[in-house]
């Protein structure tokens, strides 16, 4: 680490060298653009000609400049990207107010190897994320698009508009589009490097881009190409001290966090709840030490990316110009966490063993009914129902996800006439993830080690078996038994997307009665062909071979097309009028029929449509409103994702404790569920709050359906205080015959809801199955189905509140002056699993069953002063206060104990207060062709909010905080430079 740390420092040293050589001379102050609406200040849309030579204006596919929109955009732009040191657009996505976090390099156990941005909170798969406007190859069997493909280099600016935006650019943009649009006819060069560091020492993360590009044949064509290298560290969770213990959230006791520790546990027949091995007296007894696996996590996860981008255009003649742009990205993304072993996994060991004790031997016997004595020390098979070991000795779990992605576009551009041109692309794209899991425990070894009758050879004596020691404490694995246990996985899934786009767009010729402008158009179709497979190898296949890796993961192989034509008009009513400078409607319509491409799974259409308008009645000041009915078509994991068994999370277990003994109805539903009836009284809540659950896609699903509104006004007061842009905007949307499943809590409340008159043999009940020695709902997933979680067209989700946008900028002589506020108050954030469930409120609330953390009230905040050649900015970031979901047993409040180096402190994990985030950077254009910037994050170096280590989902409850949300890695410093010719 240290000399690639010294490598990284270098390249940086080497670049700003270069830069200093440079011929000095006043550089153009270029104002920020940090989330600001979409217009200049006169209100007109902020377009951009990419390379292709299309005008992007996102939210419409009418591409005349001078036509506005009724969507609200927000942007940002390449100097906002400059002055964050972007890495990733992931990084950058989840801090809008607009969006929530989704995965992304702060989550490590949940992570599949890309990044995502989930706007409104409505989930991941219900946005569209576009590259100048059009589709690149999704990720994986859900239909997202990988952030971390997207070459930042070229960026000129993100366009976010949160609303429907399914009639411009198709299913899956339900809750909005982010569109990245390249910057257009680039020539010349352009090299950045940057490197950042936190203040404790870690999370090196370098990086360096190389652009070239350059006009040709006097002009008519302009060709560009971008390369790119990253690579990060990671940041391990022992290195903080809120986060090296593992945290109950419901005791606020330091003591571990998981039951699969070491020395081994195993649950008896007729025993109460689990007993561990005490290597002093060789015996069984009642458990004492569970493992802390927070000092083998990651807050930050290790990253190494290669992209490389190229376009190009032509202009054959005055009416003809062929384009093409490439596409090519190989990143690597691992997560780490704590060690593997053997996780309530039932297995046999003969009473000969000679690593297994006397007394234990004489337990387990016991437990199993076999008679004590020769019959128990022979060579009989004693069964162990449910064994928990961690194996230490094999080091933490490592999941290598190494993606690569390639996406081509070739197109060709008519101008039919002076007012009107036709657009016509192909395009096909792969992406590739492979998983090497590495770090695991193979079930099928353990067995086939623990057959053994002495400690040399194994019964059964092929693939090098070493006879396992099970019994002692950590360490008494050796080396040779680690390595025969030890095995790696792979898992690849692949995607393709081929696509075939025309669009015809242009003007009437003729304009209304009291306007000028022509009436606008697009008219168009589209074919887009999807397929997916998931290839697992033969142990991936198994449930519970690889220890702690969840269920099985089974085979995919699905597609489905889908043929689609659309239309849109502006139509300009009123120009130039008293009280009508421009009054402006616009409507849109698409229509998709669907095949799915498996053997007696139906097609369907589906039809979109959009009204809008907008009125200025004077040059200051404009409203404008839109309304959507969007449609998202099942994507293929939705549709072709075999049933299996993996984890959720869900803190209490009705079944837990004493209650089932003092409530007959409730006793006998947990024992219509499997438990057995010598444990009822004793059953413990799952497993590190991780109890399994059964699910996977559904051929009959149909496309859910969702009604977008958005209504706001666009103030820019130049006789009174000129250089202010105010806007706000109200959205509404609401998603009906959501595909979803219901949530844990859900799932119970509809058997336990009332526990008095619920009844045990009802189809709620008996479609929860437990382990059937333990009771618990957590244990092996080849035998613990725990939750039914089908997919179905049964949900509704609907989410409200208010944008609010302020841009100022003001020359005050001694500096240029940018003040921009971008804040999001969400009223509300509805999720109800079907008609009967509970309607669950996730604003302002976090748990298992609200995943990510969405505040009521968020902002950023950024104040930049320029003082000629060099621009200093603060960046505020607000994240209102959270609490822990109403309805639920409470999480612990007090003084938090055990072996922590924060024991003692006092914390309310009920609650959560309002953060605030400064962040303070300076770019210094020291040469006509040379800058560099210098960036601290989290200036006040705060310490995330500890809320234990079960409040919330584990991908993004972790390390006793919500990483993704709160910054858990503290100060950080980074640096960058760029050389530009």
Same mark, same amino acid.
């Given at each position: 680490?240290?000399?690639?740390?010294?490598?990284?420092?270098?390249?940086?040293?080497?670049?700003?060298?270069?830069?200093?050589?440079?011929?000095?001379?006043?550089?153009?102050?270029?104002?920020?653009?940090?989330?600001?609406?979409?217009?200049?200040?006169?209100?007109?849309?902020?377009?951009? #000609?990419?390379?292709?030579?299309?005008?992007?204006?996102?939210?419409?596919?009418?591409?005349?400049?001078?036509?506005?929109?009724?969507?609200?955009?927000?942007?940002?732009?390449? #100097?906002?990207?400059?002055?964050?040191?972007?890495?990733?657009?992931?990084?950058?996505?989840?801090?809008?107010?607009?969006? *929530?976090?989704?995965?992304?390099?702060?989550?490590?156990?949940?992570?599949?190897?890309?990044?995502?941005?989930?706007?409104?909170?409505?989930?991941?798969?219900?946005?569209?994320?576009?590259?100048?406007?059009?589709?690149?190859?999704?990720?994986?069997?859900?239909?997202?698009?990988?952030?971390?493909?997207?070459?930042?280099?070229?960026?000129?600016?993100?366009?976010?508009?949160?609303?429907?935006?399914?009639?411009?650019?198709?299913?899956?943009?339900?809750?909005?589009?982010?569109?990245?649009?390249?910057?257009?006819?680039?020539?010349?060069?352009?090299?950045?490097?940057?490197?950042?560091?936190?203040?404790?020492?870690?999370?090196?993360?370098?990086?360096?881009?190389?652009?070239?590009?350059?006009?040709?044949?006097?002009?008519?064509?302009?060709? =560009?190409?971008?390369?790119?290298?990253?690579?990060?560290?990671?940041?391990?969770?022992?290195?903080? $001290?809120?986060?090296?213990?593992?945290?109950?959230?419901?005791?606020?006791?330091?003591?571990?966090?998981?039951?699969?520790?070491?020395?081994?546990?195993?649950?008896?027949?007729?025993?109460? @709840?689990? %007993?561990?091995?005490?290597?002093?007296?060789?015996? /069984?007894?009642?458990?004492?030490?569970?493992?802390?696996?927070?000092?083998?996590?990651?807050?930050?996860?290790?990253?190494?990316?290669?992209?490389?981008?190229?376009?190009? +255009?032509?202009?054959?003649?005055? !009416?003809?110009?062929?384009?093409?742009?490439?596409?090519?990205?190989?990143?690597?993304?691992?997560?780490?966490?704590?060690?593997?072993?053997?996780?309530?996994?039932?297995?046999?060991?003969? @009473?000969?063993?000679?690593?297994?004790?006397?007394?234990?031997?004489?337990?387990?016997?016991?437990?199993?009914?076999?008679?004590?004595?020769?019959?128990?020390?022979?060579?009989?098979?004693?069964?162990?129902?449910? *064994?928990?070991?961690?194996?230490? #000795?094999? &080091?933490?779990?490592?999941?290598?996800?190494?993606? !690569?992605?390639?996406?081509?576009?070739?197109?060709?551009?008519?101008? %039919?006439?002076?007012?009107?041109?036709?657009?016509?692309?192909?395009?096909?794209?792969?992406?590739?993830?492979?998983?090497?899991?590495?770090?695991?425990?193979?079930?099928?070894?353990?067995?086939?080690?623990?057959?053994?009758?002495?400690?040399?050879?194994?019964?059964?004596?092929?693939?090098?078996?070493?006879?396992?020691?099970?019994?002692?404490?950590?360490?008494?694995?050796?080396?040779?038994?680690?390595?025969?246990?030890?095995?790696?996985?792979?898992?690849?899934?692949?995607?393709?997307?081929?696509?075939?786009?025309?669009?015809?767009?242009?003007?009437?010729?003729?304009?209304?009665?009291?306007?000028?402008?022509?009436?606008?158009?697009?008219?168009?179709?589209?074919?887009?062909?999807?397929?997916?497979?998931?290839?697992?190898?033969?142990?991936?296949?198994?449930?519970?071979?690889?220890?702690?890796?969840?269920?099985?993961? /089974?085979?995919?192989?699905?597609?489905?097309?889908?043929? #689609?034509?659309?239309?849109?008009?502006?139509?300009?009513?009123?120009?130039?009028?008293?009280?009508?400078?421009?009054?402006?409607?616009?409507?849109?319509?698409?229509?998709?029929?669907?095949?799915?491409?498996?053997?007696?799974?139906?097609?369907?259409?589906?039809?979109?449509?959009?009204?809008?308008?907008?009125?200025?009645?004077?040059?200051?000041?404009?409203?404008?409103?839109?309304?959507?009915?969007?449609?998202?078509?099942?994507?293929?994991?939705?549709?072709?994702?075999?049933?299996?068994?993996?984890?959720?999370?869900?803190?209490?277990?009705?079944?837990?404790?004493?209650?089932?003994?003092?409530?007959?109805? /409730?006793?006998?539903?947990?024992?219509?569920?499997?438990?057995?009836?010598?444990?009822?009284?004793?059953?413990?809540?799952?497993?590190?709050?991780?109890?399994?659950?059964?699910?996977?896609?559904?051929?009959?699903?149909?496309?859910?359906?969702?009604?977008?509104?958005?209504?706001?006004?666009?103030?820019?007061?130049?006789?009174?205080?000129?250089?202010?842009?105010?806007?706000?905007?109200?959205?509404?949307?609401?998603?009906?015959?959501?595909?979803?499943?219901?949530?844990?809590?859900?799932? %119970?409340?509809?058997?336990?809801?009332?526990?008095?008159?619920?009844?045990?043999?009802?189809?709620?009940?008996?479609?929860?199955?437990?382990?059937?020695?333990?009771?618990?709902?957590? &244990?092996?997933?080849?035998?613990?189905?725990? /939750? $039914?979680?089908?997919?179905?067209?049964?949900?509704?989700?609907?989410?409200?509140?208010?944008?609010?946008?302020?841009?100022?900028?003001?020359?005050?002589?001694?500096?240029?002056?940018?003040?921009?506020?971008?804040? !999001?108050?969400?009223?509300?954030?509805?999720?109800?699993?079907?008609?009967?469930?509970?309607?669950?409120?996730?604003?302002?609330?976090?748990?298992?069953?609200?995943?990510?953390?969405?505040?009521?009230?968020?902002?950023?905040?950024?104040?930049?002063?320029?003082?000629?050649?060099?621009?200093?900015?603060?960046?505020?970031? +607000?994240?209102?206060?959270?609490?822990?979901?109403?309805?639920?047993?409470?999480?612990?409040?007090?003084?938090?104990? &055990?072996?922590?180096?924060?024991?003692?402190?006092?914390?309310?994990?009920?609650?959560?207060?309002?953060?605030?985030?400064?962040?303070? &950077?300076?770019?210094?254009?020291?040469?006509?062709?040379?800058?560099?910037?210098?960036?601290?994050?989290?200036?006040?170096?705060?310490?995330?909010?500890?809320?234990?280590?079960?409040?919330?989902?584990?991908?993004?409850?972790?390390?006793?905080?919500?990483?993704?949300?709160?910054?858990?890695?503290?100060?950080?410093?980074? =640096?960058?430079?760029?050389? +530009?010719?």
């Amino acid at each position: 680490m240290k000399t690639n740390a010294r490598v990284r420092l270098l390249a940086s040293t080497l670049l700003m060298g270069a830069g200093f050589v440079a011929t000095s001379a006043q550089a153009q102050v270029i104002a920020q653009d940090q989330a600001v609406e979409q217009t200049n200040a006169d209100g007109s849309p902020v377009t951009t #000609e990419t390379s292709q030579g299309d005008i992007v204006v996102t939210g419409t596919l009418i591409r005349n400049p001078n036509l506005v929109s009724s969507s609200p955009v927000a942007v940002v732009g390449r #100097e906002e990207l400059t002055l964050r040191q972007t890495n990733t657009a992931e990084e950058v996505l989840r801090q809008l107010p607009g969006a *929530v976090p989704s995965i992304g390099t702060a989550v490590n156990n949940g992570n599949g190897g890309a990044s995502f941005v989930n706007l409104r909170n409505l989930g991941s798969n219900r946005n569209l994320v576009l590259l100048d406007g059009k589709r690149i190859a999704t990720a994986g069997l859900d239909g997202q698009t990988d952030l971390n493909n997207i070459p930042l280099a070229l960026l000129e600016r993100m366009d976010v508009l949160t609303g429907g935006a399914s009639t411009s650019y198709g299913a899956d943009a339900v809750s909005g589009v982010v569109n990245f649009v390249t910057r257009s006819d680039f020539a010349g060069v352009d090299a950045t490097a940057s490197q950042q560091i936190s203040q404790r020492g870690d999370g090196n993360y370098f990086r360096a881009d190389l652009t070239i590009g350059a006009n040709f044949d006097d002009g008519r064509g302009n060709a =560009v190409f971008s390369v790119g290298y990253q690579e990060a560290d990671p940041i391990y969770q022992g290195d903080r $001290p809120y986060a090296s213990s593992t945290i109950s959230s419901t005791t606020g006791r330091a003591a571990g966090g998981s039951p699969t520790s070491v020395p081994a546990s195993f649950a008896l027949a007729g025993q109460s @709840g689990l %007993l561990q091995v005490n290597p002093g007296s060789n015996l /069984l007894v009642a458990p004492y030490q569970d493992f802390n696996f927070s000092p083998y996590n990651i807050f930050f996860t290790p990253f190494k990316r290669y992209n490389m981008y190229g376009s190009a +255009h032509y202009d054959v003649s005055d !009416t003809v110009t062929v384009y093409t742009r490439g596409l090519f990205s190989k990143n690597r993304v691992s997560t780490i966490i704590a060690p593997s072993g053997i996780f309530g996994e039932s297995l046999t060991i003969p @009473g000969s063993n000679p690593y297994l004790p006397a007394g234990i031997r004489d337990q387990l016997c016991s437990a199993a009914g076999i008679a004590l004595g020769a019959t128990c020390n022979s060579n009989t098979a004693i069964p162990m129902p449910e *064994v928990y070991r961690r194996t230490v #000795e094999l &080091g933490p779990r490592v999941s290598e996800y190494e993606t !690569t992605l390639f996406d081509y576009t070739a197109g060709i551009r008519l101008n %039919l006439t002076k007012s009107m041109n036709l657009d016509v692309y192909g395009s096909y794209g792969e992406s590739q993830n492979t998983q090497t899991q590495s770090g695991y425990v193979l079930r099928s070894r353990v067995q086939q080690a623990l057959n053994a009758t002495n400690t040399t050879t194994c019964t059964v004596t092929t693939n090098g078996c070493v006879p396992l020691n099970l019994f002692g404490q950590a360490g008494s694995i050796s080396p040779g038994q680690a390595a025969f246990l030890n095995g790696q996985s792979t898992i690849t899934t692949k995607t393709q997307l081929s696509q075939v786009h025309a669009l015809l767009n242009g003007d009437f010729g003729f304009a209304s009665p009291a306007a000028s402008t022509p009436i606008s158009f697009a008219v168009g179709a589209e074919y887009r062909d999807y397929g997916a497979q998931r290839i697992p190898d033969a142990y991936a296949l198994v449930p519970g071979e690889l220890g702690g890796a969840g269920g099985a993961v /089974l085979p995919v192989n699905g597609g489905f097309n889908v043929t #689609e034509f659309f239309g849109e008009v502006i139509a300009p009513l009123v120009e130039d009028k008293p009280f009508f400078r421009n009054l402006t409607v616009e409507g849109g319509i698409r229509q998709s029929r669907y095949k799915i491409d498996a053997a007696g799974n139906p097609s369907f259409n589906a039809t979109t449509w959009k009204a809008g308008g907008s009125w200025e009645p004077i040059a200051d000041f404009k409203l404008r409103g839109n309304y959507q009915r969007a449609v998202r078509a099942p994507n293929i994991g939705e549709l072709f994702a075999p049933v299996s068994t993996y984890l959720v999370n869900l803190t209490v277990d009705p079944c837990a404790g004493t209650a089932p003994t003092a409530n007959a109805n /409730l006793r006998a539903i947990c024992l219509a569920q499997g438990a057995p009836a010598a444990v009822i009284g004793t059953i413990q809540s799952p497993a590190s709050g991780q109890p399994n659950a059964t699910g996977g896609g559904n051929p009959n699903i149909r496309p859910e359906v969702a009604d977008t509104f958005t209504v706001g006004a666009i103030l820019t007061p130049r006789t009174l205080v000129e250089g202010l842009t105010i806007s706000v905007d109200y959205f509404n949307i609401k998603i009906n015959q959501a595909i979803t499943a219901a949530t844990p809590a859900d799932i %119970l409340a509809a058997c336990f809801g009332n526990v008095t008159a619920a009844s045990a043999t009802s189809t709620a009940c008996t479609s929860i199955r437990r382990s059937a020695t333990t009771g618990r709902l957590s &244990g092996s997933s080849a035998t613990v189905g725990g /939750l $039914p979680q089908p997919l179905t067209n049964l949900g509704r989700i609907a989410t409200d509140g208010i944008d609010l946008g302020v841009d100022y900028r003001r020359d005050l002589g001694f500096a240029k002056l940018n003040l921009n506020f971008q804040g !999001t108050w969400t009223n509300s954030n509805t999720f109800q699993a079907s008609p009967s469930s509970v309607v669950r409120e996730c604003v302002g609330y976090y748990s298992a069953n609200c995943l990510t953390i969405q505040p009521k009230f968020a902002w950023n905040q950024r104040t930049t002063l320029t003082f000629g050649d060099v621009d200093l900015s603060l960046l505020w970031r +607000h994240i209102d206060t959270v609490r822990y979901e109403p309805g639920l047993t409470p999480l612990f409040s007090g003084a938090i104990t &055990g072996n922590t180096p924060i024991a003692g402190q006092n914390w309310n994990f009920n609650r959560i207060k309002a953060y605030n985030y400064l962040d303070l &950077g300076t770019r210094i254009r020291a040469a006509e062709n040379f800058e560099f910037t210098i960036l601290v994050t989290n200036l006040l170096d705060k310490q995330p909010p500890i809320v234990g280590s079960n409040a919330g989902s584990t991908s993004y409850n972790s390390g006793n905080t919500y990483p993704s949300t709160y910054d858990a890695v503290g100060r950080g410093f980074r =640096v960058g430079a760029r050389v +530009h010719f």
